[in-house]
């Protein structure tokens, strides 16, 4: 059973950082384009960061020149290093993506459980 696995969250001061880290486990075969989202309570759930398989990246305009986001390919992992963090960046933090599931290529879309990121004024 594949599942993506997110991990790294916790309360920090503003001003502080977190580096999150989501690994696809399981009977895998790669990822291809990846992201992180968040929701906070009483909110849509958002886009914050994604990545193509060929690493480019696109921010939301709330975490640019704050976040990047990365990936470790040889191991199906993507990664979010978030600097100057705000109160308003509290939520709950989702990594989702394409995820290889066989060796033929057939992939499939993922949720990761997700993350509590606090960050506290």
């Known amino acids: 059973q594949v599942k993506l696995v997110e991990s790294g969250g916790g309360l920090v001061q503003a001003g502080g950082s977190l580096r999150l880290s989501c690994a696809a486990s399981g009977s895998v075969f790669g990822i291809n384009a990846m992201a992180w989202y968040r929701q906070a309570p009483g909110k849509q759930r958002e886009l914050v960061a994604a990545?193509?398989?060929?690493?480019?990246?696109d921010y939301a305009d709330s975490v640019k020149g704050r976040f990047t986001i990365s990936r470790d390919n040889a191991k199906n992992s993507v990664f979010l290093q978030m600097n100057s963090l705000k109160p308003e960046d509290t939520a709950v933090y989702y990594c989702?993506?394409?995820?290889?599931?066989?060796?033929?290529?057939?992939?499939?879309?993922?949720w990761g459980q997700g993350t509590q990121v606090t960050v506290s004024s």
């Open positions: 989702n993506g394409v995820v290889v599931t066989t060796t033929f290529g057939d992939d499939e879309y993922f």
């Open positions: 990545i193509s398989s060929g690493g480019s990246s």
